[in-house]
């Protein structure tokens, strides 16, 4: 997928895995080299290791989560024009955004429910207070969806050239902003998170948010990121406090 929107919305999977760097330290697997996640972990590869490792301790086949995301693939191709869909995505920049997006947006909004039955079959095998990741990860394509969509794109400004060096730069912006803002440690439970932990991990989300200002797309999805991460954690409150 070699177009400009669907190197977009890939990007945002990008960016949740590089956004974990801010929000918390992937946990080390141990000697037996079987899959753990640190309770901040949002990396898509440690995240798929897991759950076929999960699968296979209750002895279901792990190929059903592979099969079941191919199912999300097809949806989504079934769901969206894709022939319209890739012409447009090469075009697609601020002065015709909001065209393009009034065009997209029903099916886009459509796309998804592409992701239930794989939810329903990751839920099969992981653990509740694991299982509330994925539903955060669900919960957070579906928010970056309506935002671009709402009002056919009149909340973001997708300007190319600025959108693209972004893209090239948000590696290094998110090692910035844990540099800066977050102190290394192990988590043992995001449930008991301390004031500072929740501090620490808001200014690193405050520092991305600024770097990708220009990039309101990124900026969105980052801020939307957060607000769905922070909901499993015991920094729930604080954020709405700070949200009046």
């Given at each position: ?95 015709n955004q909001q065209a393009i997006l009034e065009k997209h947006c ?9 992701f239930d039955p794989f939810m ?125």
């Amino acid at each position: 997928m070699e177009n400009k929107l669907q190197r977009l919305l890939l990007s945002f999977l990008v960016a949740a895995a590089l956004v974990s760097a801010v929000c918390g330290k992937v946990g080390t697997p141990p000697e037996d080299g079987e899959p753990q996640l640190d309770p901040l972990e949002f990396s898509y590869l440690t995240l798929w290791k897991y759950t076929l490792a999960e699968c296979e301790k209750r002895g279901v086949n792990g190929s059903i989560i592979t099969r079941s995301w191919i199912g999300v693939r097809r949806c989504l191709r079934t769901k969206l024009d894709v022939i319209a869909f890739n012409m447009d995505s090469m075009r697609l920049d601020v002065d015709n955004q909001q065209a393009i997006l009034e065009k997209h947006c029903p099916n886009l909004r459509q796309t998804s429910g592409c992701f239930d039955p794989f939810m329903k079959n990751v839920k099969t095998c992981v653990q509740d207070d694991n299982y509330e990741i994925f539903e955060a990860m669900r919960n957070w394509i579906t928010d970056v969806l309506e935002h671009i969509c709402e009002d056919n794109g009149a909340r973001i400004k997708y300007d190319r050239v600025k959108h693209e060096k972004c893209t090239a730069e948000l590696g290094q912006y998110v090692f910035e902003c844990a540099a800066q803002n977050i102190i290394d440690k192990q988590y043992s439970n995001r449930k008991s998170l301390s004031e500072e932990d929740c501090s620490m991990i808001a200014r690193a989300k405050d520092c991305l948010v600024i770097k990708l200002k220009e990039c309101s797309v990124f900026s969105a999805a980052a801020q939307l990121f957060y607000d769905n991460f922070i909901q499993i954690t015991s920094c729930a409150a604080a954020a709405v406090d700070d949200d009046h």
